[in-house]
């Protein structure tokens, strides 16, 4: 796998429960475009909360492509995120965003078919956020 394998629309369905059980969804589309540093990562979709309230979220990153087969994952506007390495079959990370620890593990097994699982814990953030992506 590289990393203009990513390039394209993907199909993402997302499973959030939070450590009390509540759980939410969102179901919608990740498009990879190439731009000047690497790709642009542009989510859309619709959240349906626990209590049937749905809204249209969306979110925006930057990934760039890092020696070593590396992937560097940067917020839209241009802070760091995380990096993961391409050449794992599941590899991970993790980001401390004060005062709660978010880790990621992504499964590139069933490529290409792939999953990110979120785990994010602290004072503020208690949940568990899947989300699977299909072309």
């Known amino acids: 796998m590289r990393f203009t394998d990513f390039q394209g629309e993907w199909r993402i369905e997302r499973e959030i429960v939070e450590a009390g059980g509540a ?23 619709v ?3 626990d209590t049937g309230v749905s809204f249209a979220a969306s979110r925006v990153y ?4 890092a020696p070593g087969g590396r992937i560097q994952v940067l ?3 241009g802070r760091d995120f ?7 079959g599941r590899p991970d990370d993790q980001h401390w965003c004060d005062p709660d620890q978010y880790r990621v593990s992504y ?7 792939w999953q990110s699982v979120w785990t994010v ?8 956020m899947t989300t ?3 072309r």
């Open 75 to 77: 917020f839209e506007d």
């Open 47 to 49: 959240l349906v909360t």
């Open 121 to 128: 814990s602290g004072p503020r953030k208690d949940y568990r």
């Open 82 to 88: 995380h990096t993961f390495d391409l050449t794992e």
């Open 23 to 45: 759980t939410h969804r969102l179901t919608g589309t990740a498009q990879f475009s190439p731009d000047p540093t690497g790709m642009l990562y542009r989510e859309d979709g």
């Open 107 to 113: 499964d590139f097994s069933a490529w290409p078919n």
């Open 62 to 65: 930057h990934w760039l492509e």
């Open 132 to 134: 699977r992506y299909q």
